[in-house]
């Protein structure tokens, strides 16, 4: 069983930056290595949204329009951990904010959908003020 833990949320002024961390265990000798990862992220009466994602390898990377230049997604896979590094932050991005790996190993191409992606983490809040 894989268990994700995102953490580094916190409250920010607009065009403040935060760095998420998602740190990733499971059985003896798990790795996500061999995963792609995604961040997703959920306000408050609305549905869960992709933010990015990195493939296995950590050399193709998928961002959503609305993050695309200011976010950066990467991964340590020593450290069985993933980032998510948000600089210029606006009101807009406050949210819960999720990590997850992908259901299939080994994929060529970067997962986007939330149905391709398990193991969920418990989130992690991020409020930007004005």
């Known amino acids: 069983q894989v268990q994700l833990a995102e953490s580094g949320g916190g409250l920010v002024q607009a065009g403040g930056s935060l760095r998420l961390s998602c740190e990733a265990s499971?059985?003896?000798?798990?790795?996500?290595?061999?995963?792609?990862m995604g961040w997703f992220r959920q306000a408050p009466g609305k549905d869960r949204d992709f933010v990015a994602a990195?493939?296995?390898?950590?050399?193709?990377?998928y961002y959503a329009d609305s993050v695309k230049g200011r976010f950066t997604i990467s991964r340590d896979n020593a450290k069985n951990t993933v980032y998510l590094q948000m600089n210029s932050l606006e009101p807009e991005d406050t949210a819960v904010y999720y990590c997850?790996?992908?259901?299939?190993?080994?994929?060529?191409?970067?997962?986007?959908?939330?149905?391709?992606?398990?193991?969920w983490g418990q989130g992690t809040q991020v409020t930007v003020s004005s």
């Open positions: 997850a790996k992908d259901r299939v190993e080994l994929q060529t191409k970067v997962p986007v959908m939330a149905s391709e992606f398990t193991s």
């Open positions: 499971g059985a003896s000798g798990w790795t996500l290595k061999w995963h792609a």
């Open positions: 990195i493939n296995w390898r950590g050399d193709n990377t």
